[in-house]
């Protein structure tokens, strides 16, 4: 079955410490997206990418970094300059152009900064 | 510049009883509007979308929403609730093809047997 692959579920870091949250998706989908969400305040845009080896900053990019080096992986690094790093991250994917915009999600990563 | 409104971050409905939940949504061009649901834990589905086709839409788990364009509203309903739809609600609004996606806050349904 076609879908969107998150790892791990679930991740502890130290403070200090860099962590990679991967994504993977078998849809054939040209764009992907990391959202990240808190409680109360929906789901925020971190980076994006419409092709492979280009990627955009979204609403709250500092602290994240991103590579897209493969059409199907796009894995997010949180880094130790992002203040407030414990949330819930969901990686998304679509299709570019032609389409309803409608996004396709992962079943997420929760991080947990001890 | 599009945006969402989702009205009550929490809503309590008894078991059986109508599920109203409020959507109201600025766009700047015909915009694509989408409804989805989030159980804890886990990743969004969509639940219904309006593409224009429509202003009805007829949506998984019995859940339809209807789009006024008049109101600038797509509010999600279903005629009785179950307590499996008890989950978070998003609402969210894309100006089509590659254009960004827009979400709400998000309204939590609670269902009271």
């Known amino acids: 079955d076609g879908g969107i692959t998150q790892s791990p579920k679930y991740l502890f870091r130290k403070e200090g410490q860099n962590v990679t949250l991967s994504c993977e998706q078998n849809l054939n989908h040209d764009a992907m997206y990391w959202y990240r969400q808190d409680p109360g305040q929906g789901l925020r845009l971190i980076y994006y990418s419409q092709i492979v080896n280009d990627f955009q900053k979204g609403d709250i990019a500092e602290g994240y970094s991103v590579s897209r080096e493969k059409k199907e992986s796009f894995p997010l690094t949180v880094t130790s300059a992002q203040k407030n790093p414990t949330a819930f991250y969901l990686c998304?994917?679509?299709?570019?152009?032609?389409?309803?915009?409608?996004?396709?999600f992962g079943e997420g990563s929760r991080l947990t900064v001890l | 510049a599009q945006s969402v409104t989702q009205l009550g971050s929490h809503v309590s409905v008894s078991e059986g009883a109508l599920v109203l939940l409020r959507c109201n949504y600025s766009?700047?061009?015909?915009?694509?509007l989408f409804w989805y649901v989030q159980y804890p834990n886990q990743g969004l589905q969509l639940l219904l979308k309006y593409t224009s086709a429509a202003t009805l839409v007829k949506g998984i788990n019995g859940f339809e929403a209807e789009f006024k364009k008049s109101e600038t509203s797509f509010h999600l309903t279903k005629p009785s609730a179950h307590m499996s739809d008890a989950a978070e609600y998003f609402c969210?609004?894309?100006?089509?093809?590659?254009?960004?996606?827009?979400f709400g806050i998000g309204t939590k349904l609670q269902v009271i047997p």
């Open positions: 766009s700047s061009v015909p915009p694509y």
């Open positions: 969210a609004v894309s100006e089509g093809g590659y254009q960004k996606v827009t």
């Open positions: 998304a994917s679509r299709f570019r152009q032609g389409n309803t915009g409608e996004l396709f």
